[in-house]
């Protein structure tokens, strides 16, 4: 089945952008609808983002609206986040999941495939 490995995390200041990448093996990305959650200390997982399986509809977490954007590009069966105008509290372990269905699109009992996560710091 697919498999899904995170990158661009990292260390960043309050105000800048970043862009996380989910690259997805075995399977095209085409066949799942792609979502990003994330984890911070003491706190439960939460829905960031997420993408239809053709990239045709997109949704975002309310803290997240108009400061990110998911794309899915075909050619190298990935999919991207991109935040911006970061905050302290984005700081979190990101990770991507993938689902064949599209329902529940902000769940993550509905991912049954997940990457081993990103890690995200932003600095005051």
């Known amino acids: 089945q697919v498999v899904l490995v995170e990158s661009g995390g990292g260390l960043v200041q309050a105000g800048g952008s970043l862009r996380l990448t989910c690259a997805a093996t075995g399977r095209t990305l085409r066949g799942y609808t792609v979502g990003w959650f994330r984890q911070a200390p003491g706190r439960e997982r939460e829905f960031v983002s997420a993408?239809?399986?053709?990239?045709?509809?997109?949704h975002y977490a309310e803290t997240m609206k108009g400061r990110a954007t998911i794309s899915k590009d075909d050619a190298e069966n990935a999919v991207y986040l991109e935040m911006r105008t970061l905050v302290p509290e984005d700081t979190a372990d990101y990770t991507c999941?993938?689902?064949?269905?599209?329902?529940?699109?902000?769940?993550?009992?509905?991912?049954?495939?997940w990457g081993r996560g990103t890690h995200v710091t932003v600095s005051s």
């Open positions: 999941a993938a689902s064949p269905r599209y329902e529940g699109y902000n769940n993550d009992r509905n991912y049954p495939y």
């Open positions: 993408v239809s399986s053709y990239g045709t509809i997109t």
